[in-house]
T-cell receptor, first 114, second 117 residues
Framework: NAGVTQTPKFQVLKTGQSMTLQCAQD?????MYWYRQDPGMGLRLIYY???????DKGEVPNGYNVSRLNKREFSLRLESAAPSQTSVYFC?????????????FGEGSRLTVL | AQSVTQLGSHVSVSEGALVLLRCNYS??????LFWYVQYPNQGLQLLLK??????LVKGINGFEAEFKKSETSFHLTKPSAHMSDAAEYFC???????????????FGQGTILTVHP
């Protein structure tokens, strides 16, 4: 199984440009998440989707939008990129309620905004 | 809100030496605690988790962690470091105590482990 797949793996944008990060999981998980990782700050939750059809803000949602397209796919959109959004973005999924509480991560998407 | 603090952004050990990575938590209710590992250019993977079943938790690759309520700690240890243990390690806790979404984790700042030959 592929697990959690993110595309693209690398992207360079100019300030003000828009882009969408795609994420798909093949583990039939209910919940999906977008985190960003910055040096010395760990991972911070941007948005999550507890189940298909729902999305909620995390700790740092400003400047981002998300879409839970179906149970498998959860995309993250930057409408007008800013240098502060330079980061490594991780998509993750989990079974959601109950269970083992384990997150499964993709390999990350490294975004640079000039 | 639940939170964790990792003490030491960098830890360096010799191969064969004890590994000790420190994590303290802040929680108003019994916490769920996790350790994740990130190898270079990869996503995070779960090492172990504490969910109140046992205070000493064993994980993959010879790692274990002990939950100490009196010290509000959940330190990660390994008796003998291997070169392949070099990675960044993250302590995490379930972000919302009353919620049911186990993936809403709050992560510590991370500790980079270097292993010298």
């Amino acid at each position: 199984n592929a697990g959690v797949t993110q595309t693209p793996k690398f992207q360079v944008l100019k300030t003000g440009q828009s882009m969408t990060l795609q994420c798909a999981q093949d583990m039939n998980h209910n919940s999906m998440y977008w985190y960003r990782q910055d040096p010395g700050m760990g991972l911070r939750l941007i948005y999550y989707s507890a189940s298909e059809g729902t999305t909620d803000k995390g700790e740092v949602p400003n400047g981002y939008n998300v879409s839970r397209l179906n149970k498998r796919e959860f995309s993250l959109r930057l409408e007008s990129a800013a240098p502060s959004q330079t980061s490594v973005y991780f998509c993750a999924s989990s079974t959601g309620t109950g269970g083992r509480g384990e997150l499964f991560f993709g390999e990350g998407s490294r975004l640079t905004v000039l | 809100a639940q939170s964790v603090t990792q003490l030491g952004s960098h830890v360096s050990v010799s191969e064969g030496a004890l590994v000790l990575l420190r994590c303290n938590y802040s929680s108003s209710v019994p916490p769920y605690l996790f350790w994740y590992v990130q190898y270079p250019n990869q996503g995070l993977q779960l090492l172990l988790k504490y969910t109140s079943a046992a205070t000493l938790v064993k994980g993959i690759n010879g790692f274990e962690a002990e939950f100490k309520k009196s010290e509000t700690s959940f330190h990660l240890t390994k008796p003998s470091a291997h070169m392949s243990d070099a990675a960044e390690y993250f302590c995490a806790t379930k972000g919302d105590a009353g919620g049911t979404s186990y993936g809403k984790l709050t992560f510590g700042q991370g500790t980079i482990l270097t292993v010298h030959p």
